[in-house]
């Protein structure tokens, strides 16, 4: 019998609860898989999410990953990935839509995840997620996250690679007045409850100055205004997480034009530190 997928609410405290496992990998490092079938989208959750978001679509695109979150969620929680959740950080992320899809009917969900092996020092881990509809894959979504953890032999430092923000003019900008309470607002409409988004004194324990808010909100935002701007949907967004938003602040979004492509980069309006950037088509 196929497990159901679980919402994302229900993920958290066993989520927390991997603490105690700490980071621990096998030589063989560790890969797993799960599926799920006859997935079907809440339509109740759904609305929620394009109310708070703004969207004039009704089932956009980028809801696609809150799915696929709770997927690589579940999978995480499973005895097999012997590393801990809290305190993992989230690099990059791909979302491609391949073909129509239809949010009213159900999904098969495919999930596999891999962490190869290594000594020491942090470890790289990829969760794949392919949406299936009728037997034809529809979307597809690629996280990688970063354990940390110590080297124990000492290793020469590599010079920091400097982010570099764009000074060309771009064809589009805009400023996003981050609010306090923007965190809870987006937990509340997608799910994602975790605590470092909604309890300053929990993301001062993960090492934060304050809480941060939830990296697929700025890429969910940012896949808006694109759409907004050029007046069609976007079908592809790849994006990296350069540096935590930080609640409340001010942010930049900038547009170029690379062929198909749009290029963006969102940055903090006071210390110019860039948060993110990738491409949309």
């Known amino acids: 019998m196929n497990p159901q997928l679980p919402r994302l609410s229900k993920l958290i405290l066993p989520s927390l609860l991997t603490l105690r496992r700490g980071i621990k990998i096998k030589p063989s490092g560790i890969v797993l898989d799960s599926v799920y079938e006859e997935v079907m989208v809440d339509q109740g959750a759904l609305q929620k999410y394009v109310t708070m978001m703004g969207w004039t ?16 969620t579940a999978l995480m929680l499973e005895k097999a990935f012997t590393i801990a959740i809290p305190g993992l950080v989230h690099l990059s992320n791909q979302l491609e839509e391949l073909a129509d899809y239809d949010m009213q009917q159900p999904f098969k969900i495919e999930v596999a995840g891999e962490v190869p092996y290594k000594e020491d020092g942090p470890l790289v881990m990829t969760f794949t997620v392919d949406f299936l509809q009728k037997e034809r894959k529809v979307a597809t979504c690629t996280s990688v996250y970063l354990a940390k953890r110590k080297r124990k032999q000492p290793s020469s430092r590599r010079p920091k690679k400097e ?39 929990v993301a001062k324990v993960m090492g934060f100055p304050s809480r941060i808010l939830h990296g697929w909100y700025s890429a969910g935002r940012a896949l808006k205004s694109a759409e907004t701007f050029l007046g ?24 170029w034009l690379e062929g198909e492509e749009v290029t963006f980069q969102l940055s903090d309006r006071k210390t110019g530190r860039l948060t993110m950037e990738g491409t949309m088509y």
């Open 57 to 72: 679509q009704q089932a956009p695109f980028a809801y696609l990953y809150i799915l696929a979150q709770r997927a690589q």
């Open 163 to 201: 982010e570099v923000v764009r000074s060309d003019t771009p064809v589009f900008s805009e400023e996003w007045d981050i609010s306090a309470h923007l965190g809870k607002q987006y937990a509340k409409a997608s799910g994602d409850i975790n605590p470092i988004h909604t309890s300053t004194l």
């Open 232 to 255: 069609k949907p976007m079908k592809g967004i790849t994006v990296d997480f350069k540096s935590p938003v930080y609640l409340p602040s001010k942010q930049v979004l900038k547009f």
